[in-house]
């Protein structure tokens, strides 16, 4: 059984930078993609980014394009998401999440995704 664990959340002022980590535990096949979601109080979980097993293919949401920037040490089986110029609303718990397959249908839809980490909080002052 796979295991994800986040870590790197915190509070930052708007205009700050935080990287995540999702750390993996246990051995993941090369079917799966990691996807990052986030979910604000009173909202839906909504997808970020994701990347494939090889990193070749990659996705993010239009809301995070050119801020954030997801990526991948395979050697230490976790995904990294660097997240730049934050801003208020981008305040929300950050899940990783592992899905079978890569293709854009697959790894935007939150529903695909079969495991799931704890969330890590991430705060974004003015």
């Known amino acids: 059984q796979v295991h994800l664990i986040e870590s790197g959340g915190g509070l930052v002022q708007a205009g700050g930078s935080l990287t995540l980590s999702c750390a993996a535990s246990?051995?993941?096949?090369?079917?799966?993609?990691t996807g990052w979601f986030r979910q604000a109080p009173a909202k839906e979980r909504e997808f970020v980014a994701a990347?494939?097993?090889?990193?070749?293919?990659?996705h993010y949401a239009d809301s995070v394009k050119g801020r954030f920037t997801i990526s991948r040490d395979g050697a230490e089986n976790t995904v990294y998401l660097q997240m730049n110029s934050l801003k208020p609303e981008d305040t929300a718990v950050y899940y990783c999440?592992?899905?079978?397959?890569?293709?854009?249908?697959?790894?935007?839809?939150?529903?695909?995704?079969?495991?799931w980490g704890q969330g890590t909080q991430v705060t974004v002052s003015l």
């Open positions: 999440a592992l899905v079978r397959g890569f293709s854009i249908t697959t790894m935007t839809n939150r529903d695909n995704y079969d495991i």
């Open positions: 246990g051995r993941t096949s090369s079917r799966y993609s």
């Open positions: 990347i494939s097993w090889s990193a070749g293919t990659i």
